[in-house]
């Protein structure tokens, strides 16, 4: 059984009122808990800082906070998730003046990682259901309009990993709950995020790693067909770091090369 935080409180319970709750009004971290630590905390926190900055809240949560509650609950490995809504207001969009922010922190045992990723890699399908095109006020951050994912995730059961994600004009964006990288010709790409998608701290890590290692890369606009054409695919997101992709629906992957290179450098000791 987790544990549940609600502004500082254990086993508390929101305000129905909660914006975040009428709205999706607010953001959210989704972390890796490893010995009572927070892997990338510092990346995490300033995501979260400059969402909360984007979207006018106040912060009502200290990293201490979260650590604090993350030794408390004595896990090894923890998936911890953090939610910041505006706060409580009545009817209507308005924001109304002073309104105090809220936080509700969720800590689980972590889950292993995919067998299937050591094992040739996964599989991934590729979804009917579209991610917007969002406004640059909102692009890029973690907010928790998460409906196109939660349509999108009722698309499969446990046959595939994850689902790949395009915007209305079939850009691949990402995946539900991953970023995507493609490996064609040594040049490691990921999609361009600025109209659409999470801009996750494992997707930040891969690119930064690979450019400090003379890796080429591109952050730039992905289809169907650079799919098919890419000789290698991985995944990334904050709680499995970096997992291999061996097919996306009939098409196959195998080759790893550059995907193994960067596992052995990225996530041995903590996520993989």
């Not at 790409?189 to 109209?195: M, N």
Request: proline share 5%; aromatic share 4%.
């Amino acid at each position: 059984m987790g544990i549940v935080i609600v502004n500082g409180v254990s086993g508390a319970s929101c305000s129905p009122r909660d914006r975040g709750l009428q709205f999706g009004d607010g953001l959210f971290e989704t972390m890796l808990g490893v010995g009572g630590g927070v892997v990338e905390l510092g990346r995490h926190w300033r995501r979260l800082q400059d969402g909360c900055r984007r979207l006018g809240i106040h912060c009502p949560v200290t990293q201490e906070e979260v650590l604090t509650a993350l030794r408390a609950a004595e896990l090894p490995r923890a998936v911890v998730k953090l939610i910041v809504t505006r706060g409580d207001s009545g009817r209507g969009y308005r924001c109304p003046p002073a309104l105090v922010a809220h936080w509700v922190l969720f800590i689980d045992q972590a889950p292993e990682y995919p067998q299937a990723a050591r094992e040739g890699g996964v599989a991934v399908t590729v979804c009917r259901t579209r991610v917007p095109i969002e406004d640059e006020a909102i692009a890029g951050i973690k907010h928790l309009n998460r409906l196109p994912q939660v349509m999108a995730r009722r698309e499969w059961n446990d046959e595939y990993h994850d689902g790949l994600l395009m915007d209305p004009d079939g850009r691949v964006v990402e995946g539900c709950a991953n970023n995507l990288f493609v490996v064609t010709g040594g040049v490691l790409k990921t999609p361009d995020l600025s109209r659409s998608g999470v801009h996750g701290v494992m997707r930040e890590r891969v690119l930064e790693h690979a450019k400090a290692n003379g890796i080429p890369t591109r952050v730039c606009v992905l289809d169907r067909d650079d799919l098919s054409k890419a000789e290698e695919v991985f995944l990334t997101n904050a709680i499995y770091g970096i997992t291999p992709v061996g097919s996306i629906e009939s098409h196959r992957y195998s080759a790893n090369t550059l995907t193994a290179r960067l596992v052995a450098s990225l996530c041995r000791g903590t996520h993989c």
